[in-house]
């Protein structure tokens, strides 16, 4: 069974050019999460989706970040336009859907990420 | 707001030893921990996820305990050998209403020397 996929696997663009990241979660995990380290501190959570739906933003820095999933498959992260401060490890995650009540057992399956760098 | 702090930052041990990771969050309403390995390059790999309601758990020559009341976990790795090199990190998941999102620790990276 294929893992959570990722790519690129690292990006290279200048200060206000875009870049669009992929993600395509494991087959049948309805959870999308994205998440990013940036400057060697802590990853930090970004969004979470149920399939297409938005579940959680609240981490998401500024609007020049747009997240979609489509159809609820893959999900792109778009930063438009890329700021120094952008770069980062962008991490996503997939898991199964789970109900409320067995959250304290939701297990994430993390991609080997997109290292971007914003020169 | 919940923070993950973990000590130490880095550890370098000689093949062969007992090691304890520790892991310190700051509220104890959680669902669960997990404890996670990251090598150089790579994803995440989940080592182990201790329920709220569950003491430890134990993988190989892994073990994690979870002390909730007092907000602290640790990762035993028995044995240590140099394919356990790695940056180890822990994070939780806070009992936030309607929020899955986890909250990581900065890590420890380890060094187990040959």
């Known amino acids: 069974e294929a893992g959570v996929t990722q790519f690129p696997s690292h990006s290279v663009i200048e200060k206000g050019q875009t870049v669009t990241l992929r993600c395509d979660p494991i087959?049948?995990?309805?959870?999308l999460y994205w998440y990013r380290r940036v400057m060697g501190k802590e990853i930090k959570f970004l969004l979470h989706f149920v399939k297409e739906s938005k579940q959680d933003e609240s981490g998401m820095p500024n609007n020049r970040f747009l997240a979609e999933r489509t159809g609820g498959t893959y999900s792109t992260l778009k930063v438009q336009p890329a700021e120094l401060e952008d770069s980062g490890v962008y991490f996503c995650?997939?898991?199964?859907?789970?109900?409320?009540?067995?959250?304290?057992?939701?297990?994430?399956?993390f991609g080997s990420g997109t290292q971007l760098s914003v020169l | 707001k919940q923070e993950v702090t973990q000590i130490p930052a880095a550890l370098s041990v000689p093949e062969g030893e007992n090691l304890v990771l520790n892991c310190s969050f700051t509220d104890s309403a959680i669902y669960n921990l997990q404890w996670f390995r990251q090598d150089p390059g790579k994803g995440l790999t989940s080592l182990l996820l201790?329920?709220?309601?569950?003491r430890e758990q134990t993988s190989g020559r892994l073990n994690a305990s979870l002390d909730k009341s007092s907000g602290r976990s640790t990762l035993y790795i028995a044995a240590s050998q140099p394919g356990d090199s790695a940056t180890y990190l822990c994070a939780v998941r806070s009992r936030d209403t309607g929020r899955r999102a986890l909250t990581f620790g900065s890590g420890t990276r380890l060094q187990v020397q040959p």
């Open positions: 995650a997939s898991s199964q859907d789970v109900a409320q009540d067995l959250l304290h057992n939701e297990k994430l399956f």
């Open positions: 201790i329920q709220s309601s569950q």
């Open positions: 087959s049948g995990h309805d959870n």
